[in-house]
């Protein structure tokens, strides 16, 4: 057991070696921001294979004084294929554009796909997930510079059972990956979560975003994320 806890440690930790040692060039200069991310969402299950989410989510950036953006959000989950779990989420969303000469919000429309994996291992809960996105901006045709972004993320995440505790916490590693150009964010994020039993769950995480190509030459961006989210699980009776 000690084994694989120390493997999946040295996965997280070396990931955040990996990031911190850009900033060791002297000729880097490093930018830095602490954004606020939180949601509020109703869950409904309908048996023990699918289940539906949809959530209001606010993001605040600029040191967490300026919105960033806000969206709504639908997502669909089928888990019925022995550990495997696939995945689908469209996102509407507002995003602030405070640069520039033309200022205001924009509306942006956001879908994914998700194919993951979850397995035990021992004290451990293991999951790994694939997702491709696809983003554009609405109303904004490709003459007028509009054009989609498609990306592939690639997540590994854990969650550690701790007996007699409720706050078990949890850790994973995301890389992004734009198609056609290459890996440009590594999102690391620790957290953990509380059941309110009747009333939903809370969680509560800390997460750390780099980029891996910055917008502007020796220029990259650290982004340090706190983020509160809560969640109302309901179940759909149905007649034996």
Do not use: C
């Not at 989420?89 to 033309?102: A, E, P, T, V």
């Not at 769950?201 to 961006?221: A, C, G, H, N």
């Amino acid at each position: 057991m000690n084994k694989t806890y120390k493997s999946i440690l040295s996965v997280v930790i070396f990931s955040a070696i990996f990031s911190s040692s850009f900033s060791q060039n002297q000729t880097e200069i490093e930018v830095r921001d602490l954004e606020t991310w939180t949601s509020a969402g109703v869950t409904m299950k309908l048996n023990k294979d699918w289940k539906f989410t949809l959530s209001e989510q606010l993001r605040l950036k600029t040191n967490s004084t300026i919105v960033d953006n806000y969206f709504t959000e639908l997502e669909a989950k089928y888990s019925g294929l022995k550990g495997f779990e696939l995945g689908v989420g469209l996102r509407y969303i507002k995003n602030n554009d405070n640069q520039g000469k033309i200022q205001g919000y924009e509306s942006h429309f956001r879908y994914n796909l998700d194919l993951g994996y979850k397995h035990k291992l021992g004290d451990f809960k293991m999951g790994y997930r694939v997702r491709f996105q696809n983003k554009n901006e609405l109303g904004v045709s490709e003459l007028e510079g509009d054009e989609a972004i498609n990306k592939l993320r690639i997540k590994l995440g854990t969650e550690y059972n701790i007996k007699g505790w409720k706050l078990d916490p949890k850790a994973s590693v995301e890389m992004f990956n734009v198609l056609g150009t290459g890996f440009d964010k590594l999102r690391l994020t620790v957290g953990t979560s509380y059941g309110l039993k009747k009333y939903g769950d809370i969680s509560l995480f800390y997460r750390m975003e780099r980029e891996l190509m910055p917008t502007y030459v020796d220029y990259p961006k650290t982004t340090n994320i706190i983020g509160l989210n809560y969640t109302y699980t309901f179940k759909i009776k149905t007649n034996d």
